[in-house]
């Protein structure tokens, strides 16, 4: 059964059996029945328990065979050991879903995967779909449908809104969904995803892009085990214009630990995912404060192209404090126009008007000019996002009514822009704020970053088809990792410039090499077993002569064949010293969950010590290599720094792309690409691989991989 056709019965099932049903509301079995009756679900309730003929209420079946009808979902409370049978019972009577609440699958170890791997075949041999196990559930406020046994709705259950959770922790996923109730945001639907032993992550997003309902998403995740289902459902997103905040979590080595045991997922390189997130759209939060900041400013569905800022404020102190934090977020905040500023300053003469504008506590002698400057800064600024800061003034008596209807007059007048409010006020007036269209925040900093965040949801959402990837021959791979001769010979067919150069078996050919190629030549070992040839003193620059070449042939070979004792030596690499350019790096790497990435930075400090790269997964277009290129903080080096010529950037783009283009069609057996230095040369005179590193797996390897994939 496809993932798409059982969504509805995840988000708005029309009879729900409960198997392992509890009288008592407060048992895991017994919650979601009690708070399906207190929130008014319309669909049917099926309990089933073999020793009551009543739950709560409710006719209740002895068995799964003695239901009375086939419900929509079904939701399994039993003990782990009989949730295989529970599942088949379920499935032979053509429920097409089930939550598994039950724990001890492969989160516990060999025996927990056991009986994963065996509810999940169960489950397939009849088509049917499963949320967890080990899962908190799903939840409808909308339909008053709560299939969870989370007690997180004791304390006040969720306001029906816009905004869709997926999480793969339920208690997190459940922590989240309280904060949002808390701060009055409304809940479309919540999923918890659990162990993902078959639906996952990217199937509840989709759920979600699909939902009528739900015009945000936020998502907690603690590892991705399908990578480019996660792409699909990200894409989707993007295509459908839903804003999706994601909250990444083990990113260190500890966190990444704790994430495998909790649900038995992959935490994944960070960097990688970071790059192929952000490149779909996603904002990343960094905390769960910020993704709910991002989500209720979201709900408002304004998502600014060039996105800019324009903040009205009583206090010096504040601007200062929003235009510190607008320049870390990247969010520009242009001065108001000239003509702008005079007016303002007419105003209020010890006004500061240029943005922050600064009316200052003046106001409070003339309520008006609080709605005059706020009109100001939207009309003749012409800012995407406002922010104003009136902080506890909005709440004395002798303000609040005039200085709320001063500046909702101007939010009326423009729908289209994104309006926040750092303010401190009670929690009456705030709703007040909110109802009137106005996000409010009590930090003006976190107010900033979610007003940033709008920016890049526009950008991406506005973000046309590039240029598609460049047409190159597939290329055969051979049975283990090559030399770099055999490496750059690959890369050649794919259309990648090499250096000009040769293989050499012995001195004399070295000599003769070098002759034809023209001095300076570099001089390397040439191995399959030796990849980092200048970790062992294996490359030799700037020779000039002949008999310097020949005394370096034996130096190479000698010093191979001393730090590597038994490996295959199979001469030295003579090639022509290019000068005058740019040393860059390009690289693959093949991410366990995204396959290949590709890196793009300038060699030496730049790469090694100051990590200045830019990742972007495989394949794109030359218009996207470019976007690399220009995105890391070394790129004036390539432009022409200090008088210096610009580079060919265009064929460093049309390498980049190429290279993307070869990982992907190599398969798994590609493990990395190391272009280290690719010199890129002045004007238009190209860019050129003068090392190149291809690490393969083993063919047999790749194809005992392959077959446990299946």
Do not use: W
Not at 30 to 38: A, D, K, T
């Amino acid at each position: 059964m496809p993932a798409h056709s059982v969504f509805p019965r995840l988000l708005r099932p029309a009879s729900v059996a409960v198997v392992g049903a509890s009288d008592d509301p407060l048992r895991i079995g017994g919650r979601p029945i009690s708070y399906m009756l207190q929130q008014g679900y319309k669909g049917r309730i099926l309990p089933v328990n073999p020793t009551r003929s009543v739950v709560q209420g409710i006719a209740a079946s002895s068995s799964v065979a003695d239901m009375p009808e086939t419900p929509d979902l079904a939701i399994v409370a039993v003990a782990a050991r009989l949730v295989p049978e529970t599942v088949e019972q379920l499935a032979s009577r053509g429920t097409k879903a089930a939550i598994i609440f039950s724990a001890g699958f492969s989160e516990m170890g060999p025996e927990g995967q056991r009986l994963e791997r065996d509810t999940l075949a169960c489950a397939r041999r009849h088509g049917m779909r499963l949320l967890g196990p080990n899962s908190l559930g799903a939840l409808n406020p909308r339909i008053g449908f709560y299939g969870t046994f989370t007690s997180v709705v004791e304390a006040g259950f969720p306001q029906p809104g816009r905004v869709g959770i997926v999480s793969q922790s339920g208690a997190y996923g459940c922590h989240i969904l309280g904060l949002a109730r808390r701060r009055g945001m409304g809940i479309s639907t919540a999923l918890m995803s659990g162990n993902e032993s078959d639906l996952g992550v990217h199937d509840l997003i989709q759920a979600l892009v699909d939902d009528e309902d739900t015009d945000v998403i936020a998502v907690y995740s603690e590892g991705i085990r399908d990578g480019q289902g996660l792409v699909a459902a990200l894409e989707a997103a993007r295509r459908a214009r839903k804003p999706v905040v994601m909250m990444k979590v083990g990113t260190s080595a500890v966190g990444g630990a704790a994430a495998q045991s909790h649900t038995a997922s992959i935490a994944g390189n960070d960097r990688v995912f970071d790059a192929v997130v952000s490149d779909l759209g996603v904002v990343r939060a960094r905390s769960t404060e910020h993704m709910l900041d991002v989500a209720r400013l979201a709900a408002r569905r304004i998502y600014p192209v060039n996105n800019t800022l324009g903040v009205i404020t009583v206090s010096g102190g504040a601007g200062v404090i929003i235009s510190d934090a607008a320049d870390a977020a990247g969010l520009p905040m242009p001065e108001m126009p000239a003509a702008a500023q005079k007016r303002l300053k007419e105003l209020i003469p010890f006004a500061a008007p240029r943005n922050p504008v600064d009316c200052t506590a003046q106001f409070m002698n003339d309520l008006s000019i609080a709605g005059r400057f706020t009109e100001s800064v939207v009309e003749e600024g012409g800012y995407q996002s406002v922010l104003g800061f009136f902080t506890y003034t909005v709440d004395a008596e002798s303000i609040a009514d005039d200085l709320r209807a001063q500046l909702k007059a101007v939010r009326d007048r423009y729908p289209d822009r994104v309006f926040a409010l750092s303010i401190l006020a009670s929690d009456e007036r705030v709703r007040q704020y909110e109802d009137d269209g106005f996000t409010v925040f009590e930090d003006p900093a976190r107010a900033v970053a979610a007003i940033a965040a709008m920016g890049q949801f526009g950008e991406a959402f506005a973000r046309q088809p590039g240029q598609p990837a460049p047409a190159v021959p597939r290329v055969e791979l051979p049975a283990e990792t090559p030399n770099e001769a055999e490496s750059k010979r690959l890369l050649a067919e794919a259309g990648i410039a090499v250096a000009p150069e040769r293989a050499c078996e012995s001195a004399d050919a070295a000599v003769a090499a070098a002759e034809a190629l023209g001095f300076p030549v570099v001089m390397k070992i040439l191995s399959p077993d030796i990849l980092h040839k200048s970790e062992i003193g294996g490359v030799l620059l700037g020779v000039n002569d002949a008999a310097s070449v020949r005394a370096g042939f034996d130096t190479l070979v000698q010093r191979a064949g001393s730090t590597v004792p038994g490996a295959r030596i199979e001469g030295v690499l003579v090639a022509r010293q290019l000068s005058g350019g740019v040393e860059c790096i390009l690289g693959i790497q093949r991410d366990p969950v995204f396959g290949p990435v590709a890196m793009f930075g300038l060699g030496g400090i730049f790469v090694e010590v100051m990590k200045d790269v830019v990742l972007r997964p495989c394949p794109f277009g030359e218009d996207v290599a470019e976007e690399m290129i220009r995105a890391i903080k070394g790129v004036p080096l390539l432009l022409g720094a200090r008088g210096r010529p610009p580079m060919d950037v265009k064929a460093l783009a049309a390498m980049l792309s190429r290279l993307s283009v070869f990982a992907h069609q190599a398969g798994d057996r590609l493990l990395s690409v190391d272009l280290n230095p690719v010199i890129a040369m002045p004007g238009e005179q190209g860019a050129f691989a003068a090392d190149a590193v291809i690490e393969l797996a083993p063919a047999r390897a790749a194809a005992q991989i392959e077959e446990v994939n299946e």
